[in-house]
């Protein structure tokens, strides 16, 4: 058991152009979250799958942002068209249940 | 909607001083409540979790925490602070088992201090 894991660690990228993150989970976990972290904020929720079906999206993921976990295994986080505000440390998590979610280290991302 | 309040962004203790990071909530069912600590250039932890039964929870590095319904607050303490104990902690909440899959709502978390 290795944890979960966050590819790439940090991401500078300019305003305008697409991003793509992936998360690895555990590998027994069939559920898994993506936040997204701000300077100075808790994470916030973006969204939810189980297994491959992502059952819950929250109002802070855009159109722009899009999410997927083929085959119920490791989990893709874009962003296109990138934006200042889009700027934040996006982490992952992965559980087998209500009660404990473990996280990735996350990726930072800098939209210049 | 969940929400979580932590009282105090900062918090200074001195080494062997009790460490007390205050936490208080709101939700409209039972909610199970977490405290997760962050350090530096690495991801969230699990320090302690309540769900049901004994009110006062006990998680790891020495850490414990008391749900208290009357007061909607689960107050993180430490008898004795440690030099490693410098991090950001923060509170999270999510509902029993309800239609929000297990969800996190964080506080926006305590940045703690430890002075020798």
Not at chain 1, 20 to 27: E, K, L
Not at chain 2, 41 to 69: H, P, R, S
Request: glycine share 8%; charged share 20%; hydrophobic share 30%.
């Amino acid at each position: 058991d290795t944890g979960v894991s966050q590819n790439p660690r940090h991401k500078i990228t300019k305003r305008g152009q697409n991003v793509t993150f992936r998360c690895d989970p555990i590998s027994e976990h069939n559920r898994l979250y993506w936040y997204r972290q701000t300077l100075g904020q808790g994470p916030e929720f973006l969204t939810y799958f189980q297994n491959e079906a992502q059952l819950e999206k929250s109002r802070l993921l855009s159109d722009r942002f899009s999410a997927e976990r083929p085959k119920g295994s490791f989990s893709t986080l874009e962003i296109q068209r990138t934006e200042q505000g889009d700027s934040a440390m996006y982490l992952c998590a992965s559980s087998l249940d209500y009660l404990e979610q473990y996280f990735g280290p996350g990726t930072r991302l800098t939209v210049t | 909607a969940q929400s979580v309040t932590q009282l105090g962004s900062h918090v200074s203790v001195s080494e062997g001083a009790l460490v007390l990071l205050r936490c208080n909530y709101s939700s409209s069912v039972p909610p199970y409540l977490f405290w997760y600590v962050q350090y530096p250039n690495q991801g969230l932890q699990l320090l302690l979790k309540y769900t049901t039964g004994a009110t006062l929870v006990k998680g790891i590095n020495g850490f414990e925490a008391e749900f208290k319904k009357s007061e909607t607050s689960f107050h993180l303490t430490k008898p004795s602070a440690h030099m490693s104990d410098a991090a950001e902690y923060f509170c999270a909440v999510s509902d029993a088992g309800g239609t929000s899959y297990g969800k996190l709502t964080f506080g926006q978390g305590t940045i703690l201090t430890v002075h020798p």
